[in-house]
């Protein structure tokens, strides 16, 4: 009974870090090009009783062993990149990715981090930035007497200049694409950074390669889903009721073998 204390304090707490992975779906849920995450787990050790296979009696063996489980805990927290949903927004420097692909971003410190997010704007010298001021790579400058700008599925950047006819060509956008994104160590501000366990980037043109397209005018919702995560919700709180009751019900055997009289 003192095992059953422990093993569903460990189920509580299991569900406490549900709960918290749950939340921050849930408040990102309106998040541009925000993914979900999901928590995983796994049984804890198991104490051997029995060894299945040993013998019962001359020339019989017990055909299954006895193991006690010692309760639960959280050994990975996932990103799930599967595609949000997409808002038209009329707006021509936003950008959505059709498929797989991370926009690269400059950040402050020289380092390329990856985002999904593709709400960009433009800065006091013309370069087109994410939200937080830090450059798009390849950079992009956009000249002040553009009039027109325009965005390809492969990601061709072009300008028609006042006073001119012809589009001029700004540059191209490339994406970045992983082998194993879930691997991806998310660092707030809709932005990811390469690890050895998500492997290194291949750089590429959208539409090649394997990466996606770039759609013009568009953006990348979350792809966190309301309804599933509430229900997500209640079984993670009925499995925290359900471990708290077994707490409950070891104490009461307890106090019961405390108070037994002759």
């Known amino acids: 009974m003192i095992r059953s204390l422990y093993t569903s304090a460990t189920g509580m707490e299991a569900q406490e870090m549900a709960i918290d992975i749950i939340s921050n779906n849930l408040a990102n849920v ?10 995983d787990f796994q ?17 019989v063996q017990f055909p299954t062993g006895l193991q006690v489980g010692h309760g639960t805990k959280p050994v990975s927290t996932q990103k799930i990149f599967t595609q949000g949903e997409f808002i038209q927004t009329q707006n021509p420097l936003d950008m959505t990715i ?3 692909g991370f926009f690269q971003i400059q950040r402050a ?3 390329v981090a990856y985002s999904r997010d593709g709400a960009f704007k433009i800065d006091s010298e013309g370069r087109l930035v994410n939200s937080d001021g830090f450059i798009v790579q390849p950079e ?19 300008a028609v200049i006042s006073g001119e006819t012809t589009p001029q060509n700004l540059g191209t956008l490339e994406l970045a694409k992983f082998i194993n994104p879930a691997g991806l160590k998310s660092l707030g501000r809709n932005m990811f950074e390469e690890t050895e366990a998500s492997g290194s980037p291949t750089v590429a043109m959208p539409g090649t390669e394997g990466v996606g397209t770039l759609a013009q005018g568009f953006l990348e919702m979350s792809n966190v889903k309301v309804v599933e995560e509430m229900v997500n919700m209640i079984v993670a709180q009925r499995a925290y009721e359900m471990n708290a009751k077994t707490i409950q019900a070891s104490d009461d055997m307890l106090r019961q073998a405390a108070t037994i009289r002759r």
């Open 30 to 39: 309106n998040t541009t090009g925000f993914k979900k995450s999901r928590v």
């Open 109 to 111: 410190d020289g380092t």
């Open 43 to 59: 049984d804890l050790l198991y104490e051997t009783i029995r060894a299945a296979g040993t013998d019962a009696a001359a020339g």
């Open 98 to 100: 059709e498929g797989a």
């Open 140 to 158: 992009i400058t956009i000249p002040t007497n553009a009039q027109e700008v325009s965005i390809a599925m492969d990601g061709t950047v072009t």
